[in-house]
């Protein structure tokens, strides 16, 4: 039972353009979501998060909006940047202290 | 310093092999993560150390066998692997094991078992 799910394995955009990706969750017991960011040969980097208690959180070009009633997350880019093509990772944590990753989602951002 | 360091980065190793991955971090976090991840897949947890002391094995094998010898370092020692365990072993630590903070992870040591 996968409870973090990432439906689109890869997403393409322009530069300059908006990147959104999806995250859902089956688990109500997570109150804790995170956006990590992996370059090939290298270990995920944070990149933003989000409690349960609020429904969008904003990090410069970053924001990431969260559905709780549709269990439904996403991470929106403005602009994309060619840089910041790698794979993103969603992540939710329970109080526990444990962290469950999506399969993750490539993004390619075209110049 | 907000660097995890991992060494090595790539190993190869077989069946019969005693080997060691080793997790630096100097940060003064308390937790420390080893995850599995193989191609295409998400990052999988293997065990928690909070305080240097084992607070979560999730279900391993007894061929790994974790170790934190102080708050800086966390060890994973392998032996008598099986090749459907090689992977992405990577390393993480979180300044307390709450649920509301970020990990930082290191570069990760690419594993073969032949």
């Known amino acids: 039972d996968q409870q973090v799910k990432q439906n689109s394995p890869s997403l393409s955009v322009q530069e300059g353009r908006i990147s959104i990706l999806n995250c859902d969750y089956t688990?109500?017991?997570?109150?804790?979501f995170l956006w990590y960011k992996k370059y090939p040969a290298e270990g995920p980097t944070f990149l933003i998060s989000?409690?349960?208690?609020?429904d969008k959180n904003e990090d410069g070009r970053f924001t990431v909006f969260l559905n709780k009633s549709a269990k439904h997350l996403s991470l929106h880019i403005v602009p994309s940047q060619p840089g910041d093509s790698a794979v993103y990772f969603c992540a939710a944590s329970t109080n526990a202290g444990k962290s469950t990753f999506g399969d993750g989602t490539t993004l390619t951002v075209k110049p | 310093d907000t660097e995890v360091t991992q060494t090595p980065k790539h190993l190869v190793m077989g069946m019969t092999n005693k080997k060691s991955l080793k997790c630096e971090q100097h940060?003064?976090?308390?937790?420390m993560y080893w995850y599995k991840q193989k191609a295409k897949k998400p990052p999988e947890l293997m065990f928690v150390y909070s305080y240097e002391k084992l607070s979560i094995n999730e279900s391993v094998p007894s061929r790994f066998s974790p170790e934190c010898p102080n708050s800086s370092l966390l060890n994973l020692h392998l032996h008598a692997l099986q090749p459907e365990d090689s992977a992405l072993y990577l390393c993480?630590?979180?300044?307390?094991?709450?649920?509301?903070?970020?990990?930082?992870f290191g570069q990760g040591t690419r594993l073969t078992v032949v």
């Open positions: 993480a630590s979180k300044d307390r094991v709450l649920w509301n903070t970020e990990a930082f």
């Open positions: 688990n109500s017991m997570f109150d804790y």
């Open positions: 940060m003064g976090h308390r937790a």
């Open positions: 989000i409690s349960s208690i609020k």
